[in-house]
């Protein structure tokens, strides 16, 4: 990717390491490009607003000292310009185009009994110290296997909804489904969330 | 009474609309007598804090990271 700083008037020697690592560039766009496609369901619709998040950051790029900062940036950006995309292109994506369709008769049924009640060995345990828990890196490892072992439909209608932060109307908007169908994949996100979580890592698994 | 498949899907909604008066009243009085939906409950806000701390770089801040060393020495 060629990127010009010429106009900011910054000599290579004041820029900043990361903006010549390449391979921290290239990881980060692509994660970006993983999570617009996600969000999207289509390819160049996400490297659009992938290039314009990037581009838009790179504007400021110098402001940021710290890959970390940088990244954060970047991915504000590339939230604004998805959920843009999103709210353009009302029902645009009928329901039977998004992967996994209905794998999602799901586990939920196993965490309750047939009265709806907490398997004995399902039941919620309080979890230990989540402010300890979010300055470590090695939970943040345990959080994007669990993120990502959501299925399809269900991990994106919750990124939607925590990570890019769409009311659950516009949710429904985007992706033509009722605020029930909706409700119920954002209650199954959690539960499973939630349990990996637990058992990977606040209750089961060590914390160091 | 309310059941705990029930109790867990009014405090996932609850997360995303107000609940009306005679949820709030009938979840409040399953979660009194549930330990588990207690925790679920709690959990829920956590999520919350974790998926925000997450979209703000948090992951990338967070300690025994190497990166975040080398960006620190600089």
């Known amino acids: 990717m060629a990127l010009s700083f010429d106009e900011s008037g910054v000599r290579s020697s004041d820029e900043i390491a990361w903006m010549r690592d390449a391979a921290f560039l290239e990881t980060l766009r692509r994660q970006m490009l993983k999570f617009a496609t996600q969000q999207l369901s289509d390819t160049h619709l996400a490297e659009d607003a992938v290039q314009e998040a990037f581009i838009g950051a790179m504007k400021n790029a110098q402001k940021f000292a710290g890959r970390a900062a940088f990244k954060t940036w970047v991915f504000a950006i590339l939230k604004n310009k998805i959920a843009d995309a999103l709210r353009q292109r009302h029902r645009a994506v009928e329901v039977s185009q998004l992967p996994y369709a209905d794998d999602e008769e799901d586990n939920a049924h196993q965490l309750f009994d047939h009265r709806g009640f907490w398997q004995a060995d399902e039941q919620p345990k309080a979890w230990m110290e989540p402010e300890t828990a979010i300055k470590n890196a090695q939970f943040w490892r345990v959080f994007e296997v669990c993120l990502e072992h959501l299925p399809g439909r269900q991990g994106r209608v919750f990124m939607m909804r925590e990570f890019i932060e769409l009311e659950t109307n516009e949710i429904c908007a985007a992706l033509g489904l009722t605020v029930s169908n909706v409700n119920v994949m954002l209650h199954r996100a959690r539960l499973r969330l939630r349990k990996c979580l637990e058992k990977n890592w606040f209750v089961e698994g060590e914390s160091c | ?74």
């Open chain 2, 1 to 74: 009474m309310l059941n705990c498949r029930d109790a867990t899907r009014l405090m996932s909604e609850a997360q995303d609309r107000p609940l009306r008066w005679g949820e709030t009243i009938s979840l409040k009085m399953h979660v009194m007598m549930c330990s588990g939906c207690r925790h679920f409950g709690d959990q829920m806000h956590v999520l919350r804090r974790i998926v925000r701390a997450y979209a703000d770089g948090a992951d990338e801040s967070a300690t025994t990271s190497q990166r975040s060393d080398q960006d620190a020495a600089r």
